[in-house]
């Protein structure tokens, strides 16, 4: 009987550290696991702009420009408008890619681009949220 009275159990502190411990590893896959389902379900929208043509015209100002794309999102994306250093010059242009697709979209300028100077494209979807943006120097000749 007294063998049995000598042998300690662990203490309280120990036994809560430890449960502490499991219960902290467990909430981390748990929220790991979660995370990648989201992400599944969730997809992404991105268009990447691959090429800019800043296209002359002879004897009329130069205000074309050439947008080639790329959809490197997962969720087919549809281009509703585009901006130009801030300013819309594509209002409705509605190209629609899906994943991995490559189009084209020609924008006209109010004005004759400038050579030299540089210029921000900023592509929206429907719901105002940007899919893309890039900036091109335009060729100095």
Do not use: C, H
């Not at 809560?16 to 992404?44: E, Q, R, Y």
């Not at 004897?59 to 819309?88: C, H, R």
């Amino acid at each position: 009987m007294k063998i049995l009275k000598s042998r300690k159990a662990l203490s309280p502190v120990v036994a809560s550290i430890i449960l502490i411990a499991v219960t902290v590893a467990v909430s981390i896959a748990v929220a790991a696991w979660m995370g990648a389902l989201t992400v599944g379900f969730m997809g992404s929208s991105s268009i990447t702009i691959t090429k800019v043509s800043f296209v002359k015209s002879d004897g009329n100002p130069s205000q074309n420009i050439d947008l080639s794309l790329k959809n490197s999102g997962t969720k087919t994306v549809t281009i509703v408008t585009v901006k130009v250093n801030g300013i819309e010059v594509a209002k409705n242009a509605t190209l629609t890619l899906n994943p991995g697709d490559t189009g084209a979209l020609r924008l006209t300028l109010a004005s004759a681009w400038v050579p030299g100077n540089p210029y921000k494209f900023d592509l929206y979807d429907g719901s105002g949220q940007i899919l893309g943006s890039y900036e091109e120097r335009a060729p100095n000749t």
